[in-house]
Every structure is written in C-alpha cells, then in structure tokens.
C-alpha cells in the first residue's frame, strides 16, 4: 500500500507542471496582446508599455516566464492581475463561493442520484425503472444552459419560489436551485452508474450465497449488494467533486453567482494572463489530489487492488 | 498500474518463449491448433444452421430489433439530409431579418412549414429557418471532433497499449496532463485567441483537448485483448507489428471505443453550443443554436418560444446521439444484457 502511495503521488508530480505549463501556453503564447487591450482604442506610449511589459514579466522568453510564474507559486505569489489587484486575492473571494455551490450540487448527487439508480437497478424493467432511464436520458440530452433557463424562468419568475439570481451566497437556500442545476448532469450520470453496477453484482455468485443463507434482506442489500457496487460510483463522485469546480461557468453566469466560474469567464474574455492561468492552476490541482484521493479510496475499498 | 504483469496468466509463457526453431513445440500448438478447428467445423450449431456470426454481425440483427436504435438512426438520417439541404424544408431565409413590423411576432402554429411556424426572433427572423440551418453547425462539429478524436486517441492508445514500458508511461502522462485541464475551460482559453471564428476553429479547439478519452479507452481495451491467445499466436507466425496491431488487435479492440464515440459525439454538440451560448464559440455568419438561445434569453419573457425552438432541436439531437450510443453499447456488450 505504501509503495502504491508513493508511486501515485510522484507520477502526479509532472503531471501538474505539465498541465500547468500547457494552460500558460495557451494564455501566454497565443496572439492577443494584453498590454494593448488595457489601453483599449488610445494610443499607447511606447515608454508605458516597456515598463508594462517588464513589469509583468512579459518582455522574457516564455520559458523564463513560466519558471518565473511556478517559482512564485512556491512561494504562494499568484501575481497580480493587469488590474493591479493580487490574484490570490480575487481567488480567495471566489473560491468559497463555488466551493459552496459544488458541495450542494454534490450534496444532490449523493441524495437523488444514489437512491435513484438503487431502486432503478433492484427493480430492474419496473416502471420505476423505465421512469428513471427516461429522465435521466432527458438530462442528459438537454445543456445546462438551457436547463438552468427552463429553471430560472419556472421556480423564479413564473412561480416565485425563489430569487432569480443570487443575492447573498452564504445563504444556502439561494443555492438550492443553481446547486440542483449545476448538479444534473452528474446526478443522471450517477443514477445510471449505480443501476448500471447494482444490475452487474446482483448475479455475483457472493448475492446468491448471500440469499442461499437466508440473511435478511436488508443485510443482503446494506452489506453485500451496496458496497460492492458503489465502487465505481464513488471513483466517479469522487473525480466528479473537481470537475463540479471548473464546470460551474454556465451555471454561475446564468443565476449571477460570483464564484470562480464568473471570475475566470470575465479573465479570459479581458485577456487578464496571471489571473486565468492563476484560478486554473488550482483548478488542476483540485483536480489532481481529487483523482489521488479517489485511487486511494479505490484501494481502500477494493482489496483486490491492494494487495495485487 | 503495477499489478499488470501479475495478471498475465502464467500458461501464457510457454507460448511466448517459443522459438521458431523449437519445431517440436510448434508441432504440438499447430497441431492442436488444427484439432480445435475441426471440431467446430464438424460440429455446426444443430438448431440453426447458420454461419459463425461475427461481433459486428451479432450487434447489427441486435440493433435492428431495438426501437431506441431505429429511432434515433432515422432521427439523425433526418438531420443530417437538414444539415446537407436546409432549404428543402423551408423557403424563409435565415437571415432576412424584419424590423418594420413588430418584430417578436408569436408563432402562428397553423402556418406549417412557413416562415412563421416557430414565430420571429429579436430581429424579425423567421425562428423555423434558424433552427433549420443552425443543424449544420452543430452536426459538422459533432461529426468532425468525433471523427478527429477517435484517430488522434485511437492511435495514441493504440500505440501506448500496444508498446507498453516507456512509450506507454510517455503517453499515459501526457494523456493525464490533457485530463487535468476541463474541456469547456480550455476550449475558451484557445478559441478566445481566434480572432475569427468559424466551424472548423471550434472543431480544432475540442479535438485538441478532447483526445484524451478516447485513448484511454483504447489503451484499456488494447492490453485487454493484446493478451490473448491469437495474438500470441499471430506473434508466433511471425507477424510484423503492423499486422499485430491493425488486423489482429484493432479489429476486437475497437468495440468500446466507437461507443464511447457515439455517446461522446452529442457531448461534443453540447460542448460547440454552450461556447457559442458564452460567446466564444461560433459567430455570425454562421448560424448556431447556441447563439440563437443566448440572444433570446435577453427577451426570454416576452417571447420563450425563441428561446424554446432552438433549445428543444439542440436537445433532440444530443438524445439521438446519445440514445444511438447506449443503443450500440447494449449491442456490442453482452455482459449488460
């Protein structure tokens, strides 16, 4: 296990300066000259921009740029923003604000999607059955645009149940509905995991044991079908967690939310370098101790892996 | 993964240390090899006299036989022939826009396949037009990123799977590295470089970040079945790499990743509409859904039939891509059966 550990954590190593050297590459070396976008349609002095430019460390080669960039961040310096204003700064004020929302989409995939893809895959061909693989397909189908649009419009301005945008996000039943939204499509993912492998490990020969004894039929499900069967559901809620991060830009625009989703989509549009490439940084490290954390989990739930 | 080489059965050792001067060894394996043979050419299934079917012969009488699979088969027939010839369904012109009259003008349901079947948008267009030739943008892209990523992550995969050691570690952290970044996220930092953009920008964008799925899928499936005895068998005869790989290998291995491909196919329509929904995807001239409904969210209240229309043939075609998917897999994979 300790062996397993280890590997898993080096091979993460270049793994996260790669990803974050390809993300510089792709703000930094790509036409578009930030500099010239802050004077916007007036003549820039070209003293001005010298100065610009050397002091955000853009007159180096892009390599020298990048070892720049991750010494800073081993020293937990994000820049500053051609705004003036530190990244670390503008991720401290949006990160807790997604992070909240992904833990309530998270908290919905959990509660909705696992009992749904339970009862769908224990009563197999039911209607129940049918119902779930019918709506989670429309789910699925439909982009989270136009879903968290049909939401909006229901819930808030038809029926009045709750505000239309966010107001206030440490209130938690303002994030109900982006939550619910921003949850779908990893909600019908997990129903159809779950009925996918509840269907597989109902035939396992240990069921069958199981039942021959005559165990209770709550025990049969609890303790030999559920966590036999919720591996792989919990490797995908698992990487899923980082994912619901990065993926909150649709949902945060459209309900106003001021979380990292919103900041990033305003960066990239104004050309603003050190915050993009400083939010998505995080990102893939979130990313990546999420994968670890799940591969750890993987082998803690699954000896068969450990012990290999 | 460590523990790979603890899975290889140990009977599969004999066969690889063969040498081809080993004759008496070779003997035997032909031998039984030739035994094997006979008897399932003697023994013919006594119910149905029918020839061995392949994988691909099994999936097809399957699929024929599944409504969801005639369903969105015929589903995406139709819009492709409306993405390729538009203007066989209707005569409106997509982009004459009318501001003289009052220009949000409410769907008159009666006018079938007229210019105000669906009603008029922001700019007094006809909305039936619009979601007409918005098809081809979408399909285009669908096809075109599926198309690129399942060669570019095939062969990756393939590769990775096949060679194992270095050029397998080489690969799979590159892989890991395009993985870390999301999808929608990369694709609007690249597309943002574009000054103008058009189908093909957007097809290079998510092809580009995209690979990546597809070519583990790939390199999963190539160890799977580089293992088996045929393979073994095929590498004892003294076939070259090439032949290892693309007739032996590629033939059994591909069955997961062209389902993959399908489902991931309406992802990718989903992928093209939302960046043109945030307005770093497709622009005008062409014509996209995506752009549709993000204008129309502006007048959602007056007029959500504008934003309906569009909405409702974008979600269409991701269910037919994705119901065609599922369709496959359940055809191509028994165990779910």
């Not at chain 1, 893809?117 to 699925?140: C, F, K, P, Q």
């Not at chain 1, 490990?201 to 005559?214: I, Q, S």
């Not at chain 2, 597309?191 to 093909?200: E, K, Y």
Request: net charge neutral.
């Amino acid at each position: 296990m300790g062996h397993y550990v280890l590997r898993r954590v080096l091979q993460m190593i270049p793994v996260f300066f790669g990803a974050t050297l390809l993300i510089f590459l792709m703000v930094y070396s790509l036409p578009g000259d930030p500099i010239a976008a802050m004077f916007g349609d007036k003549a820039a002095d070209p003293a001005q921009v010298a100065s610009l430019r050397h002091k955000y460390y853009l007159d180096q080669p892009l390599w020298k740029q990048y070892l720049h960039y991750m010494n800073n961040i081993f020293h937990l310096d994000f820049g500053t923003s051609f705004t003036g204003r530190p990244v670390s700064e503008i991720m401290a004020d949006a990160f807790p604000v997604t992070i909240r929302l992904a833990l309530v989409a998270f908290f919905f995939e959990i509660f909705i999607g696992l009992p749904l893809g339970l009862i769908a895959g224990l009563y197999r061909g039911s209607i129940a059955d049918t119902l779930v693989l019918v709506l989670t397909l429309i789910v699925i189908s439909i982009p989270v645009f136009v879903l968290g649009y049909i939401a909006q419009t229901i819930f808030a301005i038809n029926l009045g149940w709750v505000t239309a945008t966010v107001q206030d996000s440490k209130d938690i039943t303002q994030l109900i509905l982006p939550g619910l939204v921003l949850a779908s499509l990893s909600l019908a993912y997990v129903a159809r995991l779950t009925r996918t492998s509840i269907g597989e490990n109902l035939r396992a020969d240990y069921m069958r044991t199981a039942v021959a004894k005559g165990l209770p039929r709550h025990t049969i499900i609890g303790r030999h079908l559920l966590r036999n069967s919720l591996i792989p559901v919990v490797t995908f809620l698992g990487t899923d967690l980082g994912a619901l991060m990065g993926g909150a830009i649709v949902t945060e625009g459209i309900f106003n939310i001021a979380g990292v989703g919103n900041v990033l989509y305003k960066a990239i549009n104004q050309k603003e370098g050190p915050t993009v490439v400083g939010i998505v940084t995080v990102l893939v490290l979130v990313y990546l101790v999420a994968s670890l954390v799940v591969d750890l989990l993987y082998a803690v739930l699954d000896p068969r892996i450990r012990y290999a | 993964m460590p523990e790979r080489n603890e899975d290889i059965p140990d009977h599969n050792d004999p066969l690889r240390n063969i040498q081809p001067t080993d004759s008496d060894h070779l003997d035997y394996v032909g031998q039984q090899g030739l035994a094997v043979e006979q008897e399932t050419l003697i023994e013919p299934d006594p119910v149905k006299r029918e020839q061995a079917r392949s994988l691909w012969g099994d999936a097809w009488r399957d699929l024929r036989k599944r409504p969801t699979f005639i369903i969105s088969a015929l589903l995406i027939l139709l819009l492709i022939v409306i993405a390729i010839w538009p203007g066989l369904f209707t005569n409106a012109d997509p982009r004459a826009a009318n501001l003289t009259q009052d220009y949000l003008r409410k769907p008159d349901y009666t006018d079938f396949f007229g210019a105000g079947w669906f009603g008029y948008d922001g700019q007094g267009r006809s909305i039936y037009a619009r979601v007409l030739y918005g098809a081809r943008a979408s399909i285009t892209v669908g096809i075109c990123v599926t198309l690129a990523v399942t060669v570019l992550g095939g062969l990756a995969g393939m590769v990775s799977g096949y060679f194992g050691g270095w050029t397998d570690s080489v690969i799979s952290r590159i892989i890991d590295i395009f993985f870390g970044i999301p999808l929608l996220l990369g694709a609007l930092v690249l597309l943002n470089a574009f000054s103008v953009r058009t189908v093909w920008s957007v097809v290079i964008a998510l092809a580009f970040l995209g690979w990546t799925q597809l070519a583990r899928v790939m390199r999963g499936s190539v160890i799977t079945v580089k293992q088996s005895d045929y393979v073994v068998a095929g590498r004892a005869l003294g076939a070259g790499t090439g032949r290892l790989m693309f007739r032996h290998i590629l033939p059994n291995a591909v069955a997961p990743v062209i389902v993959v491909a399908t489902i991931a196919l309406g992802g990718y329509i989903t992928a093209e509409a939302t960046l043109s929904f945030l307005g770093i995807g497709l622009q005008d001239p062409t014509i996209s859904w995506g752009v549709d409904i993000s204008s129309a969210q502006k007048v959602i209240r007056q007029a959500p039939f504008a934003l309906f229309f569009p909405a409702a043939a974008l979600s269409v075609t991701v269910l037919a891509f994705i119901m065609l998917g599922d369709a496959v897999r359940d055809a191509l994979d028994p165990k779910l059966r």
